[in-house]
């Protein structure tokens, strides 16, 4: 629930009026400059406002913001996300390393996961799916501190007033001693933990599982994966049925996309409806509605109620699409294709982290600032893929990273004998952050050297040094950028 909510659960892209769309890249605006006095202000009135009843005076005054974020008013009018084709959407979310990912994840928490499973009658697989879209795993919480993210969210921009009592609840969850305050970070949008609740879900729906007396959802998997299975039971969870399937539409089929208008699967047959690999229909779901979500010449799905429970958790078809993809595929164990059998209506088709991480690395080596090789690609990333396209003759230069771009770099960096553009016998980048390399850096020539290389001496549990290729941006500007990683 990254971007959150419905009804008490509210998410974002209700909140805010988003919705997903095929259209051109908005640039990013500036951040605001945003008034502290009038920040301040805001907070004193909201202190003794009527949301803030429960909120004691030490909580309220201890975790105040001393500053407001500009960052998180530039977030909110900024969303790429929700710009992105559906496959793009897909391939990001649901590929081969999150596959392989939940099959492990669903190896270690068998247990836990058969008990979530017995109490709650959700599926393991399918709670598993809204672990791996929300947060990979748990390896991707976000790292904004949410009350200075909620208060200014409270007093700047649009959505005021859903903010405040997502800023309240969050100093609830503190005051009654579930999640430790350091722990309070997340997405700019407030929500939290290994499933992303917002503060009002968490109050609403949040389980101590793991029988310790609290419900953390930062640290307890238990009861992370617990709290999102009672979140999908409410919601309307039908045990034993499937969210729906994959559905090859018969020739001269004419129908609209609409997963709210739900017919009988004997409807669907006598449509000329089958599975996608031409089987009949099965009869799992009492009733489907279609979804189309590129069109009636891309995939088809049959969807149930299933389905919707995971929209609820996020607003939006193609991110209940990718929950519902991604648990199939955890389902069979198998990570060998991600594709849906039906391709997507597009001959440039989207990229999974692997191949972000090689564009990534490729662009490095050609001399972008791009940060992080991280397989995400973001502002810095498609900013350096338009100017590589434009040099480069490639066109639409939209900075868009698909099939066709993947090809275009690495076929370059292959020319050049360096495969997905490494330098030659170094092993794959895998940059640190930028606060750590900060202070490990030590550079091992004079300022006025031309040697491209710096070293970092160990630490006492290292083994063997770090090494750092000094990386010239397009617009002179130079960084060091991480080579091997010392054990």
Known sequence: MRL?????????????????????????????????????????????????????SFTFNNYRPSQPDPSVIQSLNYQPEFQKDVWDYLSSL????????????????????????????????????????ESNFGQTLGKKPLFESLATLSCFDRRQSYFQGEYANALKIVQNGDIA?????????????QTQ????????????????GRRDLVNSVPDAL?????????????????????????????????????KSISHWRNQGLTLANGSPLPSDLNSAGLLLPAGPDGPAFLVGKNFDTF?????????????????????????????????????????????????????????????????????????????????HGIFPADGRAGQKFYRAIIGSAAATGNQYGQPANSRPLNPAPADRMGQLIQQQTSPKSTSNTYSVQPSTS?????????VTSPDGTVKLVRVDEGS
């Open 94 to 133: 649901v590929d081969t390393e999150r596959v392989e990912d939940g099959i492990r994840a669903k190896r270690q928490w068998a247990d836990t996961l058969r008990r979530i499973e017995s109490r709650y009658g959700v599926k393991a697989e399918h709670v598993l799916g809204v672990w791996g879209v």
């Open 226 to 262: 617990a709290s999102t299975a009672n979140f999908l039971d409410k919601r309307g969870y039908r045990s034993g049925e499937p969210w729906g399937y994959e559905v090859k539409l018969p020739s001269g089929f004419w129908g609209a996309s609409n997963r709210k208008d739900k």
């Open 4 to 56: 959150t909510p419905f009804s008490t659960l509210s998410l974002l892209s209700i909140a805010v009026g988003l919705s997903l769309a095929s259209t051109a890249q908005a640039a990013r605006p500036p951040a605001p400059d945003l008034s502290n006095n009038e920040f301040q202000q805001c907070l004193d009135g909201l202190k003794n406002s009527s949301k803030f009843r429960g909120v004691d």
């Open 462 to 470: 290292s083994s063997s040094n770090t090494r750092y290729r000094r």
């Open 197 to 212: 609740f917002m503060p009002s879900t968490f109050l609403e729906l949040a389980v101590d599982f793991d029988g310790d």
């Open 311 to 391: 929209y609820s958790y996020n607003a939006s078809e193609s991110y209940a699409l990718a929950i519902a993809h991604l648990s199939d595929l955890i389902t069979r164990e198998d990570s060998s294709k991600t594709d849906f059998i039906t391709a997507w209506p597009t001959d440039d088709p989207g990229i999974g982290r692997q191949e972000s991480r090689a564009i990534q690395q490729a662009l490095l080596n050609a001399g972008y600032d791009i940060g992080e090789v991280d397989g995400i690609i973001g502002d810095n990333t498609r900013t350096a893929i338009q100017q590589y396209q434009s040099s």
């Open 181 to 193: 305050p350091s722990d309070m970070t997340g997405s700019w949008a407030g929500a939290f933990g």
